[in-house]
């Protein structure tokens, strides 16, 4: 089987989240980077944010720490959109490589301007599926959004954090996450329809669509009259299943789900926690009415004892429940170190990231240390049919740059 080729116009993170699901299939990504100007250092910004993590002679000012795990397993080219003779090695590209999928997260109105509109590659490449992410999608073709902007835009943020205190961003950039699964997941779709058609596909990814559609309970509620305490913030606890909240602890805080009343009546069995139990709470509906004084009587009893007596209890009676873990913690967990994925710097070291979200079969595991800013130019244009002089040329003219070796 052909192996499937990716060319992405891709930097921040809700395009290379998706593209690097794409490289742990094995499939050859190839990102695109802007050539440089005098407006800013070169590439992808995120190339510049983080730590130094390797040495300068390396390109350790532009692969720090941040820019490391989404854009590992990649190729990188940096070609002039804007020039006429940039926009055409693009479309070479995209045809002697037999390019599978485009993908872009730049504004949708600037599409057509560097030659990647869906209509000017179909041309070339009639059966190419083409994906692309925007704050709000071709509708709204000029509105420029990233994560935080639109955790606000879409009420991610006014149902995060304390009842009585200000609306809080999500600790990991969820939209931005979302987005690029839904790259990920649209694409797969394209190919299934290209292998029973033969033809390609446009993808549009809305930002804000995406994130509203996680609105799942609390958008709906809208249309039945619901309290606003339905659809703000509430803090650790969870709106409708009572009394699931973090519970602090001798030596910390634990966290317990109760999702119905069986799980309830094995909470009030464990003789820690049977003096919680009476007649009104035995429903959920019952433990709503006493919510305020419920959860201040389990925190009473929580606070007692230390987290692990509490995790012994909550397993024997098979309640959900959770350590709140910091990440190194989480690093830690079997569930997770065996499953995490690695790179290698270019002294050997060897650098573990996040796990895979789903084990596949034949799935790469250890990618290759992200790519230099440029540093497959040269490569991939002689793979197009360029000429070592022609690459020179163009170099020099400001259309592409191929990085020094």
């Given at each position: 089987?052909?192996?499937?080729?990716?060319?992405?116009?891709?930097?921040?993170?809700?395009?290379?989240?998706?593209?690097?699901?794409?490289?742990?299939?094995?499939?050859?990504?190839?990102?695109?980077?802007?050539?440089?100007?005098?407006?800013?250092?070169?590439?992808?910004?995120?190339?510049?944010?983080?730590?130094?993590?390797?040495?300068?002679?390396?390109?350790?000012?532009?692969?720090?720490?941040?820019?490391?795990?989404?854009?590992v397993?990649?190729?990188?080219?940096?070609?002039?959109?804007?020039?006429?003779?940039?926009?055409?090695?693009?479309?070479?590209?995209?045809?002697?490589?037999?390019?599978?999928?485009?993908?872009?997260?730049?504004?949708?109105?600037?599409?057509?301007?560097?030659?990647?509109?869906?209509?000017?590659?179909?041309?070339?490449?009639?059966?190419?599926?083409?994906?692309?992410?925007?704050?709000?999608?071709?509708?709204?073709?000029?509105?420029?959004?990233?994560?935080p902007?639109?955790?606000?835009?879409?009420?991610?943020?006014?149902?995060?954090?304390?009842?009585?205190?200000?609306?809080?961003?999500?600790?990991?950039?969820?939209?931005?996450?979302?987005?690029g699964d839904?790259?990920?997941?649209?694409?797969?779709?394209?190919?299934?329809?290209?292998?029973?058609?033969?033809?390609?596909?446009?993808?549009?990814?809305?930002?804000?669509?995406?994130?509203?559609?996680?609105?799942?309970?609390?958008?709906?509620?809208?249309?039945?009259?619901?309290?606003?305490?339905e659809?703000?913030?509430?803090g650790?606890?969870?709106?409708?299943?009572?009394?699931t909240?973090?519970?602090?602890?001798k030596?910390g805080?634990?966290?317990?789900?109760?999702?119905n009343d069986?799980?309830?009546?094995?909470?009030?069995?464990?003789?820690?926690?049977?003096?919680l139990?009476?007649?009104?709470?035995?429903?959920?509906?019952?433990?709503?009415?006493?919510r305020?004084s419920?959860?201040?009587?389990?925190?009473?009893?929580?606070?007692?004892?230390?987290?692990?007596?509490l995790?012994?209890?909550?397993?024997?009676?098979?309640?959900?429940?959770?350590?709140?873990?910091?990440?190194?913690q989480?690093?830690?967990?079997?569930?997770?170190?065996?499953?995490?994925?690695?790179?290698?710097?270019?002294?050997?070291?060897?650098?573990?990231?996040?796990?895979?979200?789903v084990?596949?079969?034949?799935?790469?595991?250890?990618?290759?240390?992200?790519p230099?800013?440029?540093?497959?130019?040269?490569?991939?244009?002689t793979?197009?049919?360029?000429?070592?002089?022609?690459?020179?040329?163009?170099?020099?003219?400001?259309?592409?740059?191929?990085?020094?070796?």
């Open positions: 089987m052909k192996q499937k080729i990716v060319l992405s116009l891709e930097q921040a993170l809700s395009l290379p989240s998706a593209t690097l699901r794409f490289a742990q299939l094995g499939w050859r990504v190839i990102r695109i980077e802007a050539t440089p100007s005098s407006r800013g250092l070169p590439g992808d910004p995120n190339r510049y944010i983080g730590t130094r993590i390797v040495d300068e002679a390396d390109g350790g000012n532009e692969r720090r720490s941040y820019f490391m795990a989404p854009n397993g990649k190729e990188s080219i940096a070609l002039n959109l804007k020039d006429p003779e940039g926009r055409a090695a693009l479309h070479q590209i995209i045809r002697e490589l037999d390019v599978d999928i485009f993908c872009c997260n730049t504004l949708p109105g600037r599409y057509e301007q560097l030659g990647i509109d869906y209509d000017t590659l179909r041309a070339i490449k009639p059966d190419l599926i083409w994906a692309g992410i925007s704050a709000m999608g071709p509708d709204y073709p000029n509105v420029p959004g990233y994560d902007a639109i955790q606000a835009m879409s009420g991610f943020m006014e149902v995060t954090g304390q009842e009585d205190g200000p609306p809080t961003l999500s600790g990991v950039p969820l939209i931005d996450l979302k987005a839904e790259v990920y997941a649209g694409v797969m779709l394209g190919l299934l329809e290209r292998a029973e058609t033969g033809r390609g596909k446009r993808i549009d990814i809305s930002m804000l669509q995406a994130a509203a559609s996680w609105l799942i309970t609390t958008l709906p509620l809208l249309d039945f009259g619901c309290d606003k305490s659809i703000t913030r509430c650790n606890q969870h709106r409708k299943f009572i009394p909240n973090a519970y602090p602890t030596d805080f634990v966290y317990v789900a109760i999702g069986i799980q309830w009546q094995r909470m009030t069995d464990i003789p820690k926690f049977s003096t139990a009476n007649d009104v709470r035995k429903t959920n509906e019952g433990r709503h009415q006493e305020a419920l959860y201040s009587d389990i925190a009473v009893l929580t606070s007692q004892y230390t987290t692990d007596e995790v012994d209890d909550f397993m024997g009676a098979t309640i959900p429940h959770a350590r709140i873990n910091d990440i190194p989480v690093a830690e967990l079997p569930a997770i170190k065996s499953k995490r994925t690695t790179t290698q710097l270019p002294n050997g070291k060897q650098i573990h990231m996040q796990p895979m979200a084990d596949l079969p034949g799935a790469v595991t250890n990618l290759g240390f992200p230099r800013y440029g540093e497959q130019t040269a490569e991939v244009m793979e197009a049919g360029f000429k070592a002089d022609d690459c020179a040329s163009l170099h020099k003219a400001g259309a592409i740059y191929c990085a020094s070796k």
